[in-house]
């Protein structure tokens, strides 16, 4: 920002040379400086102040919130920080890591950085460059600089928070200074937060000498909320209308559609955001549990601050089928057992012996012989939402929202397993049962707001969701572009998800291109990543002509192999080196046009 001596009392000679004084101070100096003229402004009016009494004539230190988000949790946190720094008189400003050029780090006094992890440690696809450049040579010292991080992760993964660790360390490696501790949190990340933000903003305001400062916002760590809204911690109870198998006779998968009314709820949603849903464990493996235990499923206990029985704790507030590391070194402690403190201090080892295993398993592993039942519920943590992308368009459906979910079931370690949710929508649900539900936005799966772009949406299995949502929205507005569908699954008679509304749409002349793979429909199996290369040419073609690309599905195979394929197409048929190929689809995602809802 430069001053114009024309929208100014300051003469243009007087304009110019501030300027090029701006233009070489740092944000300390920025400080200081307007703390001069403030004090410099007092004294010529007496040493009284120009401002009313009871503003402070202290001045806060501005704070640049930066967010690195997948599916808008951190994002969320970062536009609530920004609320709470203002409301005690601090300057903040919130960015989203893919909009910050990284070479304004050297420009900035105090950051607050929020980031996720995503994938096997990965950083979220807006927080790629800002990490990069900061592990890269061209970093700069950043000896003035303090800052602080909040990692958002799942203790359930190897890698976790990793994203997080890594900003932590490496801006302490260029010469910043922490602010405070990094916190890392799980997915039941609320109160890890708010104490987080407490912290933070205390230390900024002791950093000016802020005493007397007003201290609260009055705004909860995720947000707030509008009078009767809905959000995480205030679920909407949805009615189920419809919920239907997709597979036909014969298939070896069960995806179900799934209907669920939001009358009266205010809640409202966009193509490519997704349901939050709160499940219930099967009550199966809660009387199991509770039995192998030998305990009283009527034992009354806390969860959190919630009054309830031991059954109910388990069913409805605890995570019992899938074990992570602080719950397996808790129950080392109580039980005792040399075998799992052994794996417990091999990293590999225990990641690989938690796959597919559950508490019960744990229990049978190291039996605790002496446990009450507000111990176990202490040890276990929250039974957190599951996310699902929405399969419509509220244009469409109105007050709609329409899940596609497939249950999960398999067998490991000698045990039938089951999806928490999945199979608690698709066996235990009936028509007006209520769902807690919650609208988890996520604006880094958008369409583009010009209806004449063309698409290219690739969503293999239960990926296929948000692209229902986008032909329904695309055609509620009559728009123009071009849409090309890839899609994939196990077999064409059985497994095409959505088939005739697809086929409807073909023949509207909404979708210009449908290209399926599936896989178990010949001897070689066939995956979507072959027909797009097997389609190279043409996908340069719509590239180059401004298409913008969607991916969504499986995170661990399907993602990687799709970017794979993308890179060897704009080298292929775009005559690009490898490494230009990836700056190529770095700037597609930069701009928008390469957006991925990937789990």
């Not at 192999?561 to 690009?576: F, M």
């Amino acid at each position: 920002m430069t001053i114009d001596p024309n929208n100014s009392p300051l003469t243009t000679e007087q304009a110019d040379t501030l300027n090029r004084l701006l233009e070489t101070l740092e944000p300390r100096q920025f400080d200081w400086l307007a703390g001069f003229i403030a004090g410099w402004q007092a004294s010529l009016h007496g040493g009284l102040a120009t401002e009313p009494e009871s503003t402070s004539t202290t001045r806060l230190p501005s704070l640049t919130v930066l967010y690195g988000s997948q599916t808008g949790n951190a994002e969320a946190l970062a536009e609530s920080l920004g609320h709470r720094a203002s409301a005690r008189g601090i300057t903040a400003k919130v960015v989203d890591m893919a909009d910050y050029k990284p070479r304004q780090l050297k420009n900035e006094a105090y950051v607050a950085l929020l980031t996720s992890t995503h994938g096997e440690g990965e950083p979220p696809d807006n927080a790629l460059d800002l990490h990069e450049f900061l592990h890269g040579r061209k970093a700069p010292s950043l000896a003035h600089l303090k800052y602080a991080v909040l990692g958002l992760g799942d203790t359930s993964y190897e890698h976790f928070s990793q994203t997080g660790k890594e900003f932590d360390a490496v801006l302490a490696k260029l010469g910043g200074s922490r602010l405070v501790e990094r916190v890392d949190c799980d997915v039941d990340y609320d109160d890890a937060a708010e104490a987080w933000f407490g912290s933070l903003l205390e230390t900024l305001q002791s950093e000016a000498g802020a005493a007397g400062l007003p201290t609260s916002s009055g705004n909860p760590a995720y947000g707030a909320l509008a009078s009767g809204g809905h959000d995480r911690r205030h679920p909407f109870p949805a009615p189920v209308l419809d919920n239907l198998v997709l597979n036909g006779r014969g298939s070896g998968k069960e995806t179900r559609h799934i209907e669920i009314s939001l009358e009266g709820s205010g809640l409202s949603y966009q193509p490519g955001d997704a349901l939050g849903v709160y499940p219930q464990n099967d009550p199966r493996l809660v009387a199991a549990i509770i039995e192998r235990l030998g305990q009283d499923s009527d034992a009354a206990v806390k969860a959190g601050d919630i009054d309830t029985t031991l059954a109910g704790a388990l069913q409805h507030h605890r995570e019992i089928t899938l074990l992570t590391r602080p719950v397996v070194e808790r129950w080392a402690e109580l039980s005792g057992s040399d075998t799992l403190q052994a794996l417990v201090e091999d990293h590999a080892k225990l990641s690989a012996w938690m796959e597919s295993r559950d508490l019960f398993d744990l229990i049978e592993e190291a039996p605790v012989t002496e446990l009450d039942a507000d111990t176990l519920v202490k040890t276990l943590r929250k039974l957190p939402a599951r996310l699902y992308s929405i399969a419509s368009s509220q244009a469409a459906v109105d007050e709609e929202v329409h899940l596609t979910v497939a249950a999960v079931r398999y067998e490991a370690h000698g045990r039938r397993r089951e999806g928490v949710a999945s199979t608690w929508l698709a066996d235990r649900l009936a028509e007006d049962d209520s769902v807690p539900v919650y609208i988890e936005h996520n604006k880094h799966f958008r369409l583009p707001e010009d209806d004449e772009t063309a698409l290219i949406m690739i969503g293999p299995g239960t990926g296929i969701a948000p692209f229902r949502a986008f032909m329904q929205e695309r055609e509620e507005r009559e728009a123009d572009g071009a849409n090309w569908l890839f899609f994939g699954e196990q077999h064409f008679h059985t497994d095409f998800l959505y088939q005739s509304e697809w086929l409807a749409w073909r023949r509207q002349g909404l979708i210009d291109r449908i290209d399926v793979a599936f896989s178990r429909d010949q001897e070689e199996k066939i995956y979507v990543q072959q027909r797009l290369r097997e389609n190279a040419a043409e996908l340069w073609h719509w590239l180059e002509k401004g298409a913008h690309i969607y991916v969504c599905g499986d995170a661990e195979r399907m993602a990687p192999d799709v970017h794979e394929a993308l890179l060897d197409i704009i080298v292929e048929a775009g005559g690009k080196r490898r490494e230009d190929a990836t700056e190529y689809l770095r700037e597609l995602a930069r701009q928008k046009r390469y957006q991925r809802d990937i789990y």
